[in-house]
Structure formats: structure tokens, C-alpha cells
């Protein structure tokens, strides 16, 4: 049978899915995208999914009663109002919450026996007396609505189609990172990345604090980081720093929506911030001048016998009131771009950091750099090299993975989102290569690095890193993420099965509308068919 290119890889799914409307690869750029069938439509493609026949399915109206569970427990109850209130606004509906576990309306329930859905999985099935979401955990349940709010038609009411999902992420680590030292961006800027990435089951907001550029977060025992060291940016701005209660603030936010957030400090390079505010922290005890340029490699912490002992005191208190703020398990501790460290050094340096990461009862994340030093055990580390990255080091980073570091994958020519699209791309930076969004989205993660040996198995998952030299205003930030960190979320989610451009980009189309009503100002890329 030949089966049109849009549905080619989701049949490798389904067994009972209808592929009506086909759009295949001579579509014209800017041609209007077809309406694809709901299950059809979701990103990221869900791991397994059976529609029923075409029009049937659960058809929400305004009395639609959305129950949460009998054994309600505050989160299930949570997930349900939140679901009525994102239906609420698209639809006009009242749609009242109840408790309750009839199969009548739409109904949400933990079953913690479920173990085939694992830790973030979920059910969802739609027929004419119900939408029923089951999941084990409460992230389980919260994928399961926003797949559920994919399939409730945009205009608001209408038919959920029918039929049955089965879902669960093909990686449980999957990032965006913001920087927010090269330029300041307030927590409020986070949150709202945060709404935007959760939509598509990221899990993790990895935030970049501190940098030559500014330092971001308040350490109460170290205040002039903040206060002096946070004044800056790249540029002429003002910078700025997020207070600790803004940040637990950020981390609740987020956690409300299971993101969980990975602070960094980068050290012992990428310290100016921090040297300018502190002379004692120089090897010739004189700060140096606050920075606000984009040169990288120029700073480091003092690692002298004579001054040891300040730089081990300073990454202890720091560390630990980090770690007194996070409630996830992961300390970022950055370790690129130490060019001005000692190879002896930078390594006794990372011995120290990733000690007082363990003394803290966290997990450090290093750059992958750490490969060529001693990532201690445990130690997750982040790969950002390229296409044209050595064969030598990637052998390193290869060995750490077989003697057991998970990996994070973040290919600067695949996923860093400050890379320019193309030529025409205002903000950004070319050092990767031009980033189009076909780039971003069409690698496979699990085989990435399987050619210097390193197996799926070791991937932990994905990140999308947004580096903001050059990116100063939300508008800008927007473009430059938005539509490639979708291409992160289906990388990260999706089964490998489903992985095909053409598909794809149908499915990126269909997202159009829904950035554009949250004010999304996402860069229309010539080859996707926006509708
Ligand atoms: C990096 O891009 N320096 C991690």
C-alpha cells in the first residue's frame, strides 16, 4: 500500500488511524496547511495511538463537567481547574470541576497501579460519553491535558476525536536553558518561556546565572555578586538580578508545571561578574572592571596555593545556598571555556565543585569539557560540540558515557537557539553554522554519538540552550526559540518511529495559530506550511 508521506510514520503507530489529508513534499512554501486529523496533529507525536472512526468522540458543550478523580487528591483536583480554566477561555464554556470518577464528562485520574505508564506517561481515551485521562503520577496527568487541549478544536467547542492515546517520553531529561547574565531577563520572562515549554512536555529550565557579563541570583553571603556584579550586561543596559524570592518563586512556578529548574553557576572560567566583585577572588587581589562585551576564555577563578582557600570557601557558600533553593536534584556547574585555567587546575578545580555539589546532596551537570579532566561519579555531563568536533573529543566524552555519566545532548549546530536561521536572521550569532528549523528537528538523538560509541541508552535526553549575547528583548527571544525548541520538544518526546520531516512540519504548521493567540512571536519559516 502506498500511504501519503504525512501519515507514512505515524501508521508505524497506529493500527486503526484514518490518513485523510495528505500534504506531501512538493507543498509550497506558505500554501495553507490541511487541517491534519487530531491525533495526527499532536506535538510531540504521542508513542502510540488508535482513532476511532472519523467524527466520533467525545463532543464538548457548556455543561461539560470535568471530574477530578474520587480519591481526589489536591493535584489531580489542581490539574482539573487549570483544564477548565484553559478550556474556559477557548471555548466560553462553563465547565464546572467536580470530584467524582464517572466516565461522564471529562475525567481525570491518578491510578498508581498503572506502572506501564511510568513516571511521566499517561492514557487518554475520547468516546461519546467521556474524555477519560489516566495516568500514575501527577506529570503523568498534566501530559495528559495538554495533549487533551491539542485535541479540543481551536474554536473551542466541537468533538474531541475518538479513540485511544497511550503516551510516554522517549527521554526523561528535556531542556530549554535561558541566559539570562549576558542579558538580564526577569523571572516573569522565565515563567512565561516556562507556560510556553510545558505545553510540549519539556521538563526542565536549565538557567544560565552567571557569566562575565552579570551575576543574577542573590547570595546572601557574598551580596556584592548580585548588587555590584549584577549591574551589568552586555551592552549598555542596566542588568539586574532575580532576588531569592523571586527565584523560589520561578522554581514553585515551574514546578506547578513539571518543569523542573537546573540552576548554573559556570565556573571556574566565565567568572568576571564575579572576580570584578570581589578582589579577594583575584590571584593580585584587584578586581578587575565590570565587562560587557562577548568575548568568552578571558577569566578565572584563582586556583594559587594562596588562594585556594578563598576560592574553595567562595564556590562552598555559593553552592550551598544554591542548593538550599533547589529542590531538584541537579547542580549545573558549568566548566566550558576555562582557557584561562590550567589544565592541572581547571581539573583540581572540577574535583572541588562537583566534592561540594556531593556535600550538598545534589547532582552536578558540567559542559562536556569535564570530559577531558575527572568527572566524578555521577556527574551528568552536557554535550554541546558539532559536526566539526574532533574525533578525540568526542572519544572522551564517549568513555565518560560508557564508564557511566549520562549525557545531555545540546549540539550547537542542531540546538543552540541563539544560531541564526539563516542569512536574513536579525539577532544571533554564525559560530555553529546557520540553524533553519529542518536542522534543528531532523537528527536523531539516541544515535547521535553512537559512531564514537556512546549507546541511547546513555542519553539522559535533549536540551535547547538560548544563549543571549545578542538577544535583549522577549520579541527577540521568541523568534529566535520559537518554532525550533518544538523540534526539541518532539526530539526529546516522540518515539523514534515517528521521526520524519515532512510529517513533521505539517504537524509544526498546525501550531501557528496556537503561538500566535499567546503572542508568541515565532519566526514563520519558509518551509513550513503555516496556515
Ligand atoms: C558553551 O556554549 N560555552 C557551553
Sequence with gaps: MRVPRTCAALLVLMTA???????????????????????????????????????????????TVIRAGSASSGETREAAERLAEQLRASSGYSLMVVDGDQANGILLRIDEDAAELGDEGYELTSNAAAVTLTARTPAGLFYAVQTLRQLVPAAGGGIVQGGTITDRPRFAYRGAMLDVARHFFPVGQAKRYVDQLAQYKVNKLHVHLSDDQGWRLAI?????????????????????????????????????????????????????????????????????????????????????????????RFIDEVLGELAELT???????????????????????????????AKYGKTAVAWHQLAAARPADGTVLQYWGTAATSAAEKGRVADAAK?????????????????????????????????????????????????????????????????????????????????????????????????????????????????????????????????
Design 17 to 63: 488511524v484514518s490518513c485523510t489529508a495528505a500534504h506531501g513534499d512538493d507543498a509550497k512554501p506558505g500554501a495553507p496547511a490541511p487541517v491534519l486529523p487530531a491525533f495526527q496533529r499532536l506535538l510531540p507525536a504521542p508513542e502510540r495511538a488508535r482513532a476511532a472512526a472519523p467524527g466520533t468522540g467525545y463532543r464538548l458543550e457548556p455543561g
Design 220 to 312: 546572601d553571603s557574598w551580596p556584592r555578586l548580585a548588587e555590584y556584579g549584577g549591574a551589568t550586561e552586555v551592552g549598555t543596559g542596566p542588568g539586574g538580578y532575580w532576588s531569592k524570592e523571586e527565584y523560589r518563586s520561578l522554581v514553585t512556578y515551574a514546578a506547578e508545571r513539571h518543569v523542573e529548574v537546573v540552576p548554573e553557576i559556570d565556573m571556574p572560567g566565565h567568572t568576571n561578574a564575579a572576580l570584578a566583585s570581589y578582589a579577594e577572588l583575584n590571584c593580585d587581589g584587584k578586581a578587575p572592571k565590570r565587562y560587557t562585551g562577548i568575548r568568552v576564555g578571558f577569566s578565572s577563578l584563582c586556583m594559587t596555593e594562596q588562594k585556594k582557600e578563598v576560592t574553595y
Design 327 to 357: 529542590p531538584g536534584p541537579y547542580l549545573h556547574i558549568g566548566g566550558d571555556e576555562a582557557h584561562s585555567t590550567g589544565a592541572a587546575d581547571y581539573a583540581a578545580f572540577m574535583d572541588q565543585a562537583q566534592k561540594t555539589v
Design 403 to 531: 564508564s557511566g555519566h549520562p549525557l545531555i545532548l545540546s549540539p550547537a549546530d542542531r540546538l543552540y537557539l541563539d544560531m541564526k536561521y539563516d542569512l536574513t536572521t536579525g539577532p544571533g550569532l554564525t559560530w555553529a553554522g546557520y540553524v533553519p528549523v529542518k536542522k534543528a528537528y531532523d537528527w536523531d538523538p539516541g544515535g547521535y554519538l553512537g559512531g564514537a560509541g556512546v549507546p541511547e541508552s546513555a542519553v539522559l535526553g535533549v536540551e535547547a540552550p538560548l544563549w543571549t549575547e545578542t538577544i535583549a528583548t522577549r520579541a527577540d527571544l521568541e523568534f529566535m526559540a520559537f518554532p525550533r525548541v518544538l523540534g526539541l520538544a518532539e526530539l526529546g518526546w516522540a518515539p523514534k518511529g515517528a521521526h520524519d520531516w515532512t510529517a513533521y512540519r505539517q504537524r509544526l504548521a498546525e501550531q501557528g495559530p496556537r503561538l500566535d493567540a499567546q503572542g508568541v512571536t515565532f519566526y514563520r519559516a519558509p518551509d513550513v506550511p503555516w496556515s
